[in-house]
């Protein structure tokens, strides 16, 4: 099985093989295990300036990247036994045409929402979906608000919209034996800043929260976040790369998630990290954020918007920490046996398969190089202070 795989990385990311000698290194996720897996053909950004013969590489140049990914995909794609999108630029439009060319290609387009807090984008992905909920073979989805939505308000057939569990790497994102003197929040879409850094007013609790530009865009929420006057001392802002992020979250008792209304599931990478290194979220109560955190198990769900509700969540777990330890194992163990890494790439190579008539591997599981994990790491210092927009 070939498959042409799709996706958005940057044209920042390291080379291949920097990539495969990082994850051995534990220093990043293990991002290559799926592509290995499928046997893909990664058509990125950088595939687009390597790759293609050189007037196409020319063409490429002076369009955005998105539209040349659809153009690249049109001509290399009956070279593979399969078309796997997880790019929504890129997945929508080129589904389209594939219809419109009578293509018989299978095409599985992992769909991380249909809808957001923009709603322009929101309509003009639901007018997308709608065009082309028969032509895709399968459309992988992890939030079972929007599969129900895809289901129910715009047509699509239930066995076209897999509910997929999202993975996390189980083995990078792991508990760490370092004292814990911070909370943090990290990420950017659809985040409620302002509530969250009202809720930290008045408490003596260090808070890093990870957020600023990525690929040279900065969200909105983000430049909210950095309009706040008169920012609490303990408060300090910064992206970090994911070495620095698992020190971050190894270093905080634990994380808080402040959302926007939304009936997505906003938030969910960072849930899911926070949980797999053993640490308890705090997260705003949203229509679509409702697949992972179990209430007073393994998070604390909060109103949405209220300050003071979230400023007792955080006193009150912070000032217990057995609490905290014994909701963090708790999220550790529900992570790894029903989020881990090798599942979640064993279940899209089972779909794969299936839409190419082969023999189902869901039975099977994805083999993980031998690492601890749990592996000890020396405490690191992270830099408290702000850094500025």
Same mark, same amino acid.
């Given at each position: 099985?070939?498959?042409?795989?799709?996706?958005?990385?940057?044209?920042?990311?390291?080379?291949?093989?920097?990539?495969?000698?990082?994850?051995?290194?534990?220093?990043?996720?293990?991002?290559?295990?799926?592509?290995?897996?499928?046997?893909?053909?990664?058509?990125?950004?950088?595939?687009?300036?390597?790759?293609?013969?050189?007037?196409?590489?020319?063409?490429?140049?002076?369009?955005?990247?998105?539209?040349?990914?659809?153009?690249?995909?049109?001509?290399?794609?009956?070279?593979?036994?399969?078309?796997?999108?997880?790019?929504?630029?890129?997945?929508?439009?080129?589904?389209?045409?594939l219809k419109w060319t009578g293509?018989?290609?299978?095409?599985?387009?992992?769909?991380?929402?249909?809808?957001?807090?923009?709603?322009?984008?929101?309509?003009?992905?639901?007018?997308?979906?709608?065009?082309?909920?028969?032509?895709?073979?399968?459309?992988?989805?992890?939030?079972?608000?929007?599969?129900?939505?895809?289901?129910?308000?715009?047509?699509?057939?239930?066995?076209?919209?897999?509910?997929?569990?999202?993975?996390?790497?189980?083995?990078?994102?792991?508990?760490?034996?370092?004292?814990?003197?911070?909370?943090?929040?990290?990420?950017?879409?659809?985040?409620?800043?302002?509530?969250?850094?009202?809720?930290?007013?008045?408490?003596?609790?260090?808070?890093?929260?990870?957020?600023?530009?990525?690929?040279?865009?900065?969200?909105?929420?983000?430049?909210?976040?950095?309009?706040?006057?008169?920012?609490?001392? $303990?408060?300090?802002?910064?992206?970090?790369?994911?070495?620095?992020?698992?020190?971050?979250?190894?270093?905080?008792?634990?994380?808080?998630?402040?959302?926007?209304?939304?009936?997505?599931?906003?938030?969910?990478?960072?849930?899911?990290?926070?949980?797999?290194?053993?640490?308890?979220?705090?997260?705003?109560?949203?229509?679509?954020?409702?697949?992972?955190?179990?209430?007073?198990?393994?998070?604390?769900?909060?109103?949405?918007?209220?300050?003071?509700?979230?400023?007792?969540?955080?006193?009150? /777990?912070?000032?217990?920490?057995?609490?905290?330890?014994?909701?963090?194992?708790?999220?550790?163990?529900?992570?790894?046996?029903?989020?881990?890494?090798?599942?979640?790439?064993?279940?899209?190579?089972?779909? /794969?398969? $299936?839409?190419m008539g082969l023999k189902s591997?869901?039975? $099977?599981?994805?083999?993980?190089?031998?690492?601890?994990?749990?592996?000890?790491?020396?405490?690191?210092?992270? $830099?408290?202070?702000?850094?500025?927009?």
């Amino acid at each position: 099985m070939k498959t042409l795989y799709i996706i958005s990385k940057g044209m920042d990311k390291p080379q291949d093989h920097e990539i495969r000698r990082l994850e051995t290194e534990d220093k990043i996720p293990r991002v290559s295990l799926l592509e290995d897996t499928i046997s893909a053909q990664v058509l990125d950004e950088r595939y687009l300036t390597e790759t293609p013969p050189f007037l196409r590489r020319l063409f490429y140049s002076f369009i955005p990247v998105s539209i040349a990914q659809v153009f690249e995909a049109l001509f290399i794609h009956n070279r593979y036994d399969s078309i796997l999108t997880h790019t929504e630029k890129v997945s929508f439009p080129l589904a389209l045409i594939l219809k419109w060319t009578g293509s018989r290609k299978p095409h599985i387009v992992v769909l991380s929402r249909i809808t957001s807090v923009d709603r322009k984008a929101s309509e003009k992905k639901i007018w997308f979906f709608k065009k082309i909920r028969n032509s895709v073979s399968r459309f992988l989805i992890w939030s079972s608000v929007q599969r129900k939505l895809a289901i129910e308000k715009l047509g699509a057939h239930p066995e076209k919209i897999v509910l997929l569990k999202r993975g996390v790497d189980q083995l990078f994102w792991s508990p760490r034996e370092v004292k814990t003197d911070m909370i943090c929040s990290a990420g950017m879409e659809a985040r409620d800043f302002p509530t969250l850094v009202d809720a930290l007013r008045g408490l003596d609790i260090p808070c890093h929260i990870a957020a600023g530009a990525t690929r040279g865009d900065v969200f909105k929420t983000v430049q909210r976040l950095h309009q706040i006057e008169d920012m609490p001392e $303990q408060v300090s802002i910064g992206l970090k790369k994911p070495a620095d992020l698992r020190t971050l979250y190894a270093r905080s008792r634990f994380t808080v998630v402040s959302l926007l209304p939304s009936d997505s599931d906003n938030g969910l990478t960072t849930i899911l990290e926070s949980m797999a290194m053993g640490k308890p979220v705090i997260c705003t109560k949203s229509e679509g954020q409702v697949d992972i955190i179990q209430d007073g198990v393994t998070g604390i769900y909060v109103p949405q918007g209220d300050s003071e509700a979230m400023r007792d969540a955080i006193q009150t /777990l912070w000032d217990d920490p057995e609490r905290c330890k014994k909701m963090g194992r708790a999220a550790r163990e529900f992570i790894v046996k029903h989020h881990n890494l090798e599942q979640f790439v064993a279940a899209i190579k089972d779909e /794969l398969n $299936q839409v190419m008539g082969l023999k189902s591997v869901r039975s $099977q599981t994805v083999p993980a190089p031998p690492k601890a994990t749990t592996p000890a790491i020396q405490e690191e210092t992270l $830099q408290l202070k702000s850094e500025k927009f």
